[in-house]
């Protein structure tokens, strides 16, 4: 073989070996773009942080960064927060191979509500977001009707958001509900049972005690009559003498008893009705 035909032959092998590179490049880069999905981020102020999945990739507006297929977060930061209210913008989307989709950032703000009492249930048109304390997200620039509602109270209602520009945005609220009138009249009454069962328990309690202290002391003096007569009993000599004594003896021992009984059952009550009157 002459050298011109081993020239022609090198040249038509490294022609067929470009054009094999440049067809397994084509397929390696179309089978990789199959894989993936294309997202673009824009946002009313330019040049912002893009995160994907915690990394930033970029600043908006991002056009067509390739991820691959699956979950992904997506984030645009804020420039400068007011308040730790203010929240970066954040989706949470599922893409599939050679998807392409375009997410518009729109950030929103955050406003504290708190009640006395709490746990009021809070509305935004109607929408229940939730109970107090509650941190509300509404669109930034958004004004919006809250109504904060529990049973028993008066419904109160809040204009949120900047309602006049160049005054300071309220972020923090606090709001304390009004009973009822029907309510308001129920406490009252129900206030002035608890006062006269109270004041009725501490007096059943100090005449309980006051019983309890005399029955006490009558125990102990008839119990000493009861011993006195006893003895009596004992050294009289007389058939007569000692049945006297002997059924004095019987009452006062019997008497000492009831006494005793008495003072056992208004010591009871008497503690019992001083925890009622302190539970109360």
Request: hydrophobic share 40%.
């Amino acid at each position: 073989m002459s050298i011109r035909q081993k020239m022609k032959l090198f040249k038509a092998s490294f022609i067929g070996a470009a054009f094999s590179y440049v067809a397994i490049s084509a397929f390696a880069q179309e089978s990789a773009s199959s894989r993936h999905a294309f997202i673009s981020v824009e946002s009313q102020q330019p040049s912002l942080p893009v995160l994907i999945d915690g990394q930033q990739v970029g600043f908006t507006p991002l056009r067509n960064f390739s991820v691959p297929s699956g979950k992904h977060e997506i984030a645009v930061k804020r420039a400068q927060p007011e308040s730790w209210l203010d929240f970066d913008w954040v989706e949470i989307c599922s893409l599939s191979a050679g998807d392409t989709l375009i997410f518009t950032a729109h950030f929103q703000k955050g406003y504290s509500i708190n009640s006395t009492p709490f746990g009021a249930e809070v509305y935004v048109d109607g929408i229940l977001q939730g109970a107090t304390p509650l941190v509300l997200r509404l669109p930034e620039d958004e004004i919006a009707t809250v109504e904060i509602r529990r049973a028993g109270y008066q419904t109160e209602q809040l204009q949120i958001g900047k309602i006049k520009e160049g005054l300071a945005e309220t972020r923090l609220y606090a709001v304390t509900l009004k009973p009822e009138k029907n309510l308001a009249l129920l406490q009252e009454v129900e206030k002035s049972r608890r006062r006269f069962h109270l004041n009725r328990n501490r007096r059943i309690s100090l005449a309980a005690a006051g019983l309890s202290l005399a029955s006490g002391i009558a125990a102990i003096l008839l119990k000493d009559k009861a011993d006195h007569f006893y003895d009596q009993y004992l050294t009289a000599s007389l058939p007569a003498q000692r049945e006297g004594f002997y059924q004095r003896t019987k009452d006062y021992d019997r008497y000492s008893g009831i006494a005793t009984a008495v003072f056992e059952a208004s010591f009871a009550a008497s503690f019992y009705f001083f925890l009622k009157s302190t539970s109360e």
